[in-house]
């Protein structure tokens, strides 16, 4: 595929859009994974390691939740390990376009903040440095999605 059909992220003049056309990017990396697989296949990882893709869209739904609607308002964030290994109620379109949603519900909420906002209850954490925190979460899974495909179909992501 070529940049353009991935969405590869160009230069923004404006820095908090350079922050969401990466992490635009990377989201889609992670649904690429996700793309043509049943129910049964997104739930599959390799015995004793690694996550399922589904968990992995679907944990990364929870963490941008977490730190865009929970704790940059200072609201007490909740974590399940559940999220990692969701069951059947949660079928992989259910989750893709859960995750689409919550991407663009981040991306309007980012829009109104000011990158210099305090994540109220977090000292010394503003709305720059939970971009770069999600982020850097949605490249490691992003990679750890390429992983469990791989292993799965031998599908190899861009």
């Not at 992490?23 to 990882?45: C, F, K, P, S």
């Not at 259910?94 to 991407?103: C, K, L, Q, S």
């Not at 999605?145 to 292993?151: G, K, Q, V, W």
């Amino acid at each position: 595929m070529a940049d353009d059909d991935i969405g590869f992220p160009k230069n923004a003049a404006d820095e908090r859009e350079l922050y969401l056309n990466w992490l635009g990017y990377l989201r889609g990396a992670v649904l690429r994974n996700l793309e043509g697989l049943g129910d049964e296949q997104a739930r599959w990882h390799p015995e004793g390691a690694l996550l399922s893709v589904l968990g992995i869209v679907n944990h990364l739904t929870n963490v941008e939740w977490r730190w865009i609607d929970r704790r940059m308002h200072g609201l007490e964030p909740t974590r399940h390990e559940v999220e990692f290994t969701p069951g059947a109620e949660l079928s992989a379109a259910v989750a893709a376009a859960t995750y689409r949603d919550r991407g663009d519900a981040t991306d309007a909420a980012v829009r109104t903040m000011q990158l210099d906002q305090p994540c109220i209850g977090e000292p010394g954490t503003d709305l720059r440095w939970v971009l770069v925190h999600l982020i850097n979460e949605t490249a490691r899974h992003a990679g750890h999605a390429d992983a469990t495909r791989e292993l799965l179909d031998g599908t190899t992501g861009e």
